[in-house]
């Protein structure tokens, strides 16, 4: 037996010699963190998933409590080995320490295609190797291609879902089900019913339509739409519950059918659909359209439409397109709040977007067609950007086609630079493919075009804090901020019952009138409060006002009065008779005055009353209450 002293000896000679061996090693460097958390640091040629990747990895550490960190490295220094690298940089970083040393680290290597995910002690009950093993071996099918994005952003939720004590392996069997499907030359190929495939905005069609399983004719004679919504309801899951992948099925929309050739889907994903789907739900019905919001997992809601001939078909493409998940990812919320479904969800969530959703195409309208008559418009060379920006809407809104639709925004707005409202939508798109690569430049073309686009300013600052660069340019835009004049673009205000929202734009020292058209969409009564509209001109201090009030005097009432709106104390202040006002309907006001401050105001080009000012205007104040309106206004 080796006495106490040999055994000093051995860790001293130990010791020593791991001592020589170390000074001939390379010194690895580690990269300084990030300024602020959740760390993330990107040095490799995938940049367009930054944006992304921040926001997953702040709502999960909001909703977990655990710090989870994201390196992205183009290589990793000579010599150095991942594995090893990854634990000596979460404690270089000292990740978890402000967690209760609860902390996860995704460290990416582009060159070597790899992903190590280093969980703390105190996760490794709660997150085991099988558990983050499975991601590392499902990265080599995403990595280098165009799902790297879906990748990550389905890896960080599927930890967060973890840490809320969900079910394991569920967790893991849908994370690699709801995947987009790698390549695989094992499927066979379907192209019947498949003629828009030849769209020049349909991209990788042989390979997408490789992946897609035929059903036989007689099989498909099953899934036909019924004239009970509910029936089709109960085909459509019992569909996906088979884990078919044959989107030429009459039970859905021909816009969705071509959303289904978009995205294939894996026999494992449809059959988790149909789980989500399995659930009691609450059907509500307006004309021809339904929707169908169901009461248990949190899961998109089904919106219907019935055609021509009387038969009840799901429209998926709306679904994805008006919809969108909260961020606790708890429940569902529209993603556009003016769309035709909109009747099913609360009102205080109703309101205009800009540009508004399209219109329905009629049911007997072919959508295929559609598209083939405008890309023949295209190649004829007589496309204009009006052509481009029609297309973009039936690829979003009818297939769900994002790219497609991205790219033919793209050369709508290389024709007409200038339209901020398109680029607005290109923005909301961009985050929905998601790539976010053309996001700043399209922020900085509306604002050279409109200045004072308050809602462009305000978004764009959140991005590049997002992003975490250009912290001069975020202070210049703030500063911007504090003295905007009135938007050329229309904008919206609205606010829950009893509440009162505002905006305030200064105005130009040589404007003298200013014009606005008005629309009150809603309104939401209280009994404490008259649901109303007010613009009003205002002193530097804000305490002079002059202006209209449009009202809603009467509990359940529709009709707008209009009031003149003062705190001077003048004659010549009451108005003409004016006759009541629709809801929704659009109305011209006139706000005029000059030097000697005489002020008067028109509406729908009448003059309805004249004072004198005991200031000089120099900002303009729109707000409402109760309710909502849409504003657009002009010198």
């Given at each position: 037996?080796?006495?106490?002293?040999?055994?000093?000896?051995?860790?001293?000679?130990?010791?020593?010699?791991?001592?020589c061996?170390?000074?001939?090693?390379?010194?690895?460097?580690?990269?300084?963190?990030?300024?602020?958390?959740?760390?993330?640091?990107?040095?490799?040629?995938?940049?367009?998933?930054?944006?992304?990747?921040i926001?997953?990895?702040?709502?999960?550490?909001?909703?977990?409590?655990?710090?989870?960190?994201?390196?992205?490295?183009?290589?990793?220094?000579?010599?150095?080995?991942?594995?090893?690298?990854?634990?000596?940089?979460?404690?270089?970083?000292?990740?978890?320490?402000?967690?209760?040393?609860?902390?996860?680290?995704?460290?990416?290597?582009?060159?070597?295609?790899?992903?190590?995910?280093?969980?703390?002690?105190a996760?490794?009950?709660?997150?085991?190797?099988?558990?983050?093993?499975?991601?590392?071996?499902?990265?080599?099918?995403?990595?280098?291609?165009?799902?790297?994005g879906?990748?990550?952003?389905?890896?960080?939720?599927?930890?967060?879902?973890?840490?809320?004590?969900?079910?394991?392996?569920?967790?893991?069997?849908?994370?690699?089900?709801?995947?987009?499907?790698p390549?695989?030359?094992?499927?066979?190929?379907?192209?019947?019913?498949?003629?828009?495939?030849?769209s020049?905005?349909?991209?990788?069609?042989?390979?997408?339509?490789?992946?897609?399983?035929?059903?036989?004719?007689?099989?498909?004679?099953?899934?036909?739409?019924?004239?009970?919504?509910?029936?089709?309801?109960r085909?459509?899951?019992?569909?996906?519950?088979?884990?078919?992948?044959?989107?030429?099925?009459?039970?859905?929309?021909?816009g969705?059918?071509?959303?289904?050739?978009?995205?294939?889907?894996?026999?494992?994903?449809?059959?988790?659909?149909?789980r989500?789907?399995?659930?009691?739900?609450?059907?509500?019905?307006q004309?021809?359209?339904?929707?169908?919001?169901?009461?248990?997992?949190?899961?998109?809601?089904?919106?219907?439409?019935?055609?021509?001939?009387?038969?009840?078909?799901?429209?998926?493409?709306?679904?994805?397109?008006?919809?969108q998940?909260?961020?606790?990812?708890?429940?569902?919320?529209?993603?556009?709040?003016?769309?035709?479904?909109?009747?099913?969800?609360?009102?205080?969530l109703?309101?205009?977007?800009?540009?508004?959703?399209?219109?329905?195409?009629?049911?007997?309208?072919?959508?295929?067609?559609?598209?083939?008559?405008?890309?023949?418009?295209?190649?004829?060379?007589?496309?204009?950007?009006?052509?481009?920006?029609?297309?973009?809407?039936?690829?979003?809104?009818?297939?769900?086609?994002?790219?497609?639709?991205?790219?033919a925004?793209?050369?709508?707005?290389?024709?007409?630079?200038?339209n901020?409202?398109?680029?607005?939508?290109?923005?909301?798109?961009?985050?929905?493919?998601?790539?976010?690569?053309?996001?700043?430049?399209?922020?900085?073309?509306?604002?050279?075009?409109?200045?004072?686009?308050?809602?462009?300013?305000?978004?764009?600052?959140?991005?590049?804090?997002?992003?975490?660069?250009?912290?001069?340019?975020?202070?210049?835009?703030?500063?911007?901020?504090?003295?905007?004049?009135?938007?050329?673009?229309?904008?919206?205000?609205?606010?829950?019952?009893?509440?009162?929202?505002?905006?305030t734009?200064a105005?130009?020292?040589?404007?003298?009138?200013?014009?606005?058209?008005?629309?009150?969409?809603?309104?939401?009564?209280?009994?404490?409060?008259?649901?109303?509209?007010?613009?009003?001109?205002?002193?530097?201090?804000?305490?002079?006002a002059?202006g209209?009030?449009?009202?809603?005097?009467?509990?359940?009432g529709?009709?707008?009065?209009?009031?003149?709106?003062?705190?001077?104390?003048?004659?010549?202040?009451?108005?003409?008779?004016?006759?009541?006002?629709?809801?929704?309907?659009?109305?011209?006001?006139?706000?005029?005055?000059?030097?000697?401050?005489t002020?008067?105001i028109?509406?729908?080009?009448?003059?309805?009353?004249?004072?004198?000012?005991?200031?000089?205007?120099?900002?303009?104040?729109?707000?409402?209450?109760?309710?909502?309106?849409?504003?657009?206004?002009?010198d």
């Amino acid at each position: 037996m080796q006495s106490k002293r040999s055994c000093l000896l051995w860790a001293w000679a130990g010791l020593l010699f791991a001592g020589c061996h170390s000074s001939d090693e390379p010194e690895v460097t580690f990269p300084e963190p990030p300024s602020e958390r959740p760390y993330f640091l990107n040095t490799s040629s995938l940049r367009s998933i930054n944006e992304v990747a921040i926001g997953e990895l702040q709502r999960a550490r909001e909703l977990t409590g655990i710090d989870f960190t994201m390196v992205l490295l183009a290589k990793l220094p000579d010599e150095a080995e991942l594995e090893d690298y990854a634990a000596k940089l979460y404690s270089h970083w000292r990740i978890g320490r402000d967690t209760e040393e609860k902390g996860v680290l995704f460290l990416f290597a582009e060159s070597e295609g790899e992903l190590k995910i280093e969980v703390s002690y105190a996760l490794e009950e709660l997150y085991p190797d099988g558990f983050v093993g499975s991601f590392q071996d499902s990265l080599k099918h995403y990595y280098a291609g165009r799902y790297f994005g879906d990748f990550l952003s389905g890896m960080i939720t599927a930890m967060l879902r973890r840490a809320r004590q969900d079910d394991m392996q569920s967790i893991l069997a849908e994370f690699s089900d709801r995947l987009p499907l790698p390549d695989s030359p094992t499927r066979r190929s379907y192209s019947g019913g498949a003629g828009v495939a030849e769209s020049g905005f349909f991209y990788e069609k042989d390979r997408k339509l490789g992946l897609i399983r035929a059903l036989e004719e007689t099989t498909r004679e099953n899934f036909g739409a019924h004239a009970d919504p509910r029936e089709t309801i109960r085909r459509y899951v019992e569909y996906l519950g088979k884990g078919y992948n044959d989107p030429f099925i009459d039970l859905i929309t021909e816009g969705s059918q071509y959303m289904a050739m978009e995205y294939p889907k894996s026999a494992g994903f449809q059959k988790g659909a149909a789980r989500d789907f399995a659930g009691d739900y609450e059907l509500t019905f307006q004309d021809d359209l339904a929707v169908a919001q169901f009461k248990g997992a949190p899961v998109m809601p089904l919106l219907l439409r019935r055609y021509p001939d009387g038969l009840w078909r799901i429209d998926v493409t709306k679904s994805w397109a008006y919809c969108q998940f909260t961020n606790d990812l708890e429940k569902t919320k529209p993603a556009f709040a003016d769309h035709p479904w909109m009747f099913a969800w609360p009102e205080e969530l109703r309101h205009p977007e800009f540009p508004a959703t399209p219109k329905l195409l009629p049911g007997e309208v072919k959508i295929g067609d559609e598209i083939k008559a405008l890309e023949a418009q295209i190649q004829s060379g007589g496309a204009t950007a009006q052509t481009y920006f029609k297309l973009a809407e039936i690829l979003y809104f009818e297939c769900y086609w994002i790219r497609g639709a991205m790219d033919a925004l793209e050369k709508g707005l290389e024709l007409e630079p200038s339209n901020i409202l398109q680029r607005k939508r290109l923005i909301a798109f961009s985050y929905r493919f998601p790539d976010l690569s053309r996001v700043a430049h399209h922020y900085e073309a509306i604002l050279k075009y409109d200045p004072n686009d308050g809602d462009a300013l305000r978004t764009y600052i959140w991005y590049l804090e997002q992003h975490r660069s250009e912290p001069g340019k975020v202070a210049a835009l703030k500063k911007r901020q504090e003295n905007l004049s009135y938007p050329a673009t229309p904008f919206y205000l609205n606010c829950p019952p009893a509440t009162r929202v505002k905006k305030t734009f200064a105005i130009p020292p040589e404007t003298h009138a200013i014009e606005i058209e008005v629309t009150h969409f809603k309104h939401l009564w209280h009994p404490r409060t008259h649901p109303s509209i007010r613009i009003v001109l205002r002193d530097a201090g804000e305490n002079g006002a002059f202006g209209v009030d449009l009202r809603i005097e009467e509990e359940g009432g529709d009709d707008l009065a209009l009031l003149v709106d003062t705190d001077d104390d003048q004659a010549g202040l009451v108005p003409l008779s004016v006759p009541p006002i629709p809801r929704g309907e659009t109305r011209h006001l006139v706000l005029r005055w000059k030097d000697d401050r005489t002020a008067r105001i028109e509406f729908e080009g009448r003059e309805v009353a004249r004072g004198r000012l005991s200031y000089d205007p120099v900002k303009l104040t729109t707000s409402t209450r109760s309710g909502g309106a849409t504003f657009v206004i002009r010198d």
